[in-house]
């Protein structure tokens, strides 16, 4: 058979065709498990990652048509292969219709069994690989998001492309606001995970007695209001990425159950007697320092080492003020979206104000203080006197940094070279937006008619993240 090696789920209420299918797939290479109800099948089907699942149609205690439904539902990705007597094949057309690959009449022979898996797999290798191809310029937006030119930000953009093809944990720290589930995804989207799920998590958000639940899901009847069985994040991330924010809210306790879960790749239901097995990738973040944390003893020292494989450091936005411009104006394009403002710009005194600024909420505060002002400000350009008092009132126009006043030589060099960075890159802007105005946001055009090479004009736009979309 051509098929690589596969998972494959066996999901029937005969133990002899169990067995049967377990011996003829082994044969081919496969690691095959099985189960030998419907119920329990649909939750191993739908924690456990498999590349395919086989289900008899006829079980006691769930018939397959529902078996395979509920699968579905849950995981659309699913392949499966209906097992049916020829009593039944009918059914198993239909089953074929709802999204089953094929089904298998029994008696069947080794290989029929073997032909029919090694079909399905290979009609999912290659809706994988079309989904990735597809997903190739899904994957170049995500990293276009992140704006700016600054030098930190082309580093963080070299790194994500490095670490994104691997399997291993990454834990994001920075302040709050820096935009660390933006870079969690950016590695999803460029990895192999990419068709699969990306499940962002605010731990902070989740009610510190709910956490164990919402993380690894629980059976009916475990605590008060569980009135069905609901899988959790980790089952729902199975084959992708699980992102968990503000991982530092996580108590002493349920530390333990995370590093078990990481270690072993199986979960346990809060209430259930049974683990699961779950594939999946772990990026986690805080704006905490977990090292100071684990000298306290406030944070597990084999989970800080578990998760802190590959660390990833967000610089704040007062020590990378060279990408205010190129976020402020995206930002402004956002919020005008949908709306009738004519706002389109800011004034140089206003930016350089934006630029001064400390930012002390970083990324996120600054578009928030965009939207506001898109949505207060009349007129084309927002000025100085538009600002928050905040902003309005800072004095120094160099570009924000630890202290305001350089206290030597060399430093006072850097914040001349940056203050002249940030000079220029307004001008730069202006001028690739009045050439693109004149010429009808013809690229060509423009560029000739300011005697610039295409490519080299088509290049500083992309410096400042300038498209068509940004036409007025």
């Given at each position: 058979m051509?098929?690589?090696?596969?998972?494959?789920?066996?999901?029937d209420?005969e133990k002899?065709?169990?067995?049967s299918?377990?011996?003829?797939?082994?044969?081919?290479?496969?690691q095959?498990?099985?189960?030998?109800?419907?119920?329990e099948?649909?939750?191993?089907?739908?924690?456990?990652?498999?590349d395919?699942?086989?289900i008899?149609?006829?079980?006691?205690d769930?018939?397959g048509?529902?078996?395979?439904?509920?699968i579905?539902?849950?995981?659309?990705?699913a392949?499966?292969?209906?097992?049916?007597?020829?009593?039944?094949?009918?059914?198993?057309i239909?089953c074929?219709?709802?999204?089953?690959?094929?089904?298998?009449?029994?008696?069947?022979?080794?290989?029929?069994?073997?032909?029919?898996v090694d079909?399905?797999?290979?009609?999912?290798a290659?809706?994988?690989?079309?989904?990735y191809l597809?997903?190739?310029?899904?994957?170049?937006q995500?990293?276009?998001?992140?704006?700016?030119c600054?030098?930190?930000?082309d580093?963080?953009?070299?790194?994500?492309?490095?670490?994104?093809?691997s399997?291993?944990n990454?834990?994001?720290?920075?302040?709050?606001?820096?935009?660390?589930?933006?870079?969690?995804?950016?590695?999803?989207?460029?990895s192999?995970?990419?068709?699969?799920?990306?499940?962002?998590?605010?731990l902070?958000?989740?009610?510190?007695?709910l956490v164990e639940?919402e993380?690894?899901?629980?059976?009916?009847g475990?605590?008060?209001?569980?009135?069905q069985?609901?899988?959790g994040?980790?089952?729902?991330?199975?084959?992708?990425?699980?992102?968990?924010?503000?991982?530092?809210?996580?108590?002493?306790?349920?530390?333990?159950?995370?590093?078990?879960?990481?270690?072993?790749?199986?979960?346990?239901?809060?209430?259930?007697?049974?683990d699961?097995p779950?594939?999946?990738?772990?990026?986690?973040a805080?704006?905490?320092?977990?090292a100071k944390?684990?000298?306290?003893n406030?944070?597990?020292?084999?989970?800080?080492?578990?998760?802190?494989?590959?660390?990833?450091l967000l610089a704040?936005?007062?020590?990378?003020?060279?990408?205010?411009?190129?976020?402020?104006?995206?930002?402004?394009k956002?919020a005008?979206?949908?709306?009738?403002?004519?706002?389109?710009g800011?004034?140089?005194?206003a930016?350089?104000?934006?630029?001064?600024?400390?930012?002390?909420?970083?990324?996120?505060?600054?578009?928030?203080?965009?939207d506001r002002?898109?949505a207060?400000?009349?007129?084309?350009?927002?000025?100085?006197?538009?600002?928050?008092?905040?902003?309005?009132?800072?004095?120094n126009?160099?570009?924000?940094?630890?202290?305001?006043?350089?206290?030597?030589?060399?430093?006072?060099?850097?914040?001349?070279?940056r203050?002249?960075?940030?000079?220029y890159?307004?001008?730069?802007?202006?001028?690739?937006?009045?050439a693109?105005?004149?010429?009808?946001?013809n690229?060509?055009?423009a560029?000739?008619?300011?005697?610039?090479?295409?490519?080299n004009?088509?290049?500083?736009?992309?410096?400042y993240?300038?498209?068509?979309?940004?036409?007025?």
């Amino acid at each position: 058979m051509n098929a690589k090696p596969a998972r494959i789920l066996v999901i029937d209420d005969e133990k002899v065709v169990c067995i049967s299918c377990v011996r003829i797939l082994e044969e081919e290479g496969h690691q095959v498990e099985y189960v030998l109800s419907g119920r329990e099948g649909v939750e191993r089907a739908v924690q456990g990652g498999y590349d395919l699942v086989l289900i008899d149609l006829k079980m006691p205690d769930l018939p397959g048509q529902e078996v395979l439904a509920q699968i579905k539902e849950r995981r659309p990705d699913a392949v499966a292969i209906m097992i049916t007597g020829y009593a039944t094949i009918q059914t198993s057309i239909e089953c074929v219709k709802k999204g089953a690959f094929d089904y298998i009449p029994k008696p069947f022979t080794p290989e029929e069994l073997a032909l029919s898996v090694d079909k399905a797999l290979e009609q999912r290798a290659l809706r994988r690989e079309n989904e990735y191809l597809k997903g190739e310029l899904g994957r170049s937006q995500t990293l276009g998001q992140l704006i700016g030119c600054s030098e930190a930000m082309d580093e963080l953009r070299k790194q994500i492309l490095k670490v994104a093809p691997s399997e291993f944990n990454v834990l994001i720290t920075g302040e709050s606001g820096t935009g660390k589930e933006l870079i969690a995804e950016a590695i999803h989207q460029n990895s192999a995970r990419a068709a699969g799920p990306f499940v962002a998590v605010d731990l902070s958000a989740l009610s510190p007695n709910l956490v164990e639940s919402e993380l690894f899901g629980h059976v009916k009847g475990s605590f008060t209001g569980a009135t069905q069985d609901r899988p959790g994040y980790f089952a729902a991330a199975a084959g992708g990425t699980l992102f968990l924010d503000e991982v530092s809210n996580v108590d002493l306790h349920l530390q333990g159950k995370l590093l078990r879960a990481l270690e072993s790749r199986r979960i346990r239901p809060v209430g259930g007697d049974q683990d699961h097995p779950v594939e999946i990738r772990l990026i986690t973040a805080t704006n905490k320092d977990l090292a100071k944390m684990v000298e306290r003893n406030e944070f597990r020292e084999d989970l800080y080492y578990r998760i802190n494989v590959i660390p990833i450091l967000l610089a704040p936005l007062r020590e990378r003020t060279d990408d205010i411009p190129a976020l402020a104006t995206k930002f402004l394009k956002d919020a005008r979206s949908g709306t009738s403002t004519s706002v389109h710009g800011f004034t140089t005194e206003a930016m350089a104000k934006l630029i001064a600024y400390r930012w002390p909420g970083n990324v996120r505060e600054l578009k928030n203080i965009i939207d506001r002002l898109v949505a207060t400000v009349d007129g084309e350009l927002i000025g100085l006197a538009h600002l928050p008092p905040e902003i309005a009132a800072v004095h120094n126009v160099l570009p924000a940094s630890r202290v305001d006043v350089p206290a030597s030589a060399e430093e006072l060099k850097e914040a001349k070279r940056r203050l002249k960075e940030m000079v220029y890159a307004q001008v730069e802007r202006q001028f690739l937006f009045k050439a693109l105005e004149d010429a009808g946001w013809n690229i060509s055009r423009a560029a000739a008619a300011v005697g610039m090479q295409r490519p080299n004009f088509h290049a500083l736009m992309r410096k400042y993240g300038i498209t068509s979309d940004d036409r007025s």
